[in-house]
């Protein structure tokens, strides 16, 4: 009712009876119409202000602030996600290493055996082939002492059948008893 009053007196076409309802207000409350119009403007004017140069920068630091956050938490998230598959590929990467590390743990036993197998069967030969080696050589030690001791007892038999004949015999038929004894010991 007061904005129809007061539209009412700006246009000059206030009924009488609500002139004076009007008037006794503003009377009574100290109002004056061209006080409330500069009330009415300096209002807006210092609304437009604030919201030009306050509001308008407040809402914005406020919008910016707001998708900071919801870009920090989006940050955060994909951090948590990759963190966590982070985890599960070093979970996964460990886990091949120590299959890895067994498989190879496995090879070098398998190896070692083997190489321990070769060197003990290679030793084993050697010390056959030595052995072999040896009695080759005891052997021919033998046979060259055999052989040694046959031409030393011929010798020998030689000389004492010289003695015993050499009284006895003429000269051949002591050489034909040396030819029989020299024959019947390198058959021997």
Same mark, same amino acid.
């Given at each position: ?58 809402? +914005? =630091?406020?919008? @910016?602030?707001?998708? %900071?956050?919801?870009?920090? /938490?989006?940050?955060? !998230?994909? $951090?948590? #996600? ?19 590390? +067994? =498989?190879?743990? @496995?090879?070098?036993? %398998?190896?070692?055996?083997? /190489?321990?197998?070769? !060197?003990? $069967?290679? #030793? ?23 052989? @040694? ?40």
């Amino acid at each position: 009712m007061l904005s129809m009053l007061v539209l009412a007196e700006v246009t000059g076409q206030v009924p009488e009876a609500s002139a004076n309802a009007f008037t006794k207000i503003t009377d009574t409350f100290g109002l004056s119409l061209p006080g409330i119009l500069a009330q009415i403007f300096s209002f807006a004017v210092v609304a437009f202000v604030l919201w030009k140069f306050a509001f308008k920068p407040v809402l +914005a =630091t406020l919008d @910016e602030r707001q998708s %900071k956050i919801a870009e920090g /938490l989006r940050y955060a !998230e994909e $951090t948590k #996600a990759r963190l966590a598959a982070v985890q599960q590929e070093t979970a996964e990467t460990l886990k091949k290493a120590q299959i890895e590390a +067994a =498989t190879i743990i @496995e090879q070098a036993r %398998k190896a070692s055996k083997e /190489l321990a197998e070769r !060197e003990t $069967t290679a #030793a084993t030969e050697r010390a056959n082939g030595l052995i072999t080696k040896a009695q080759q050589a005891i052997e021919l030690e033998k046979q060259k002492m055999l052989n @040694e001791a046959r031409t030393e007892i011929s010798r020998l038999v030689i000389a004492t059948t010289q003695r015993v004949l050499a009284k006895e015999l003429n000269d051949a038929d002591r050489s034909r008893f040396n030819e029989a004894a020299a024959r019947e010991l390198a058959s021997v």
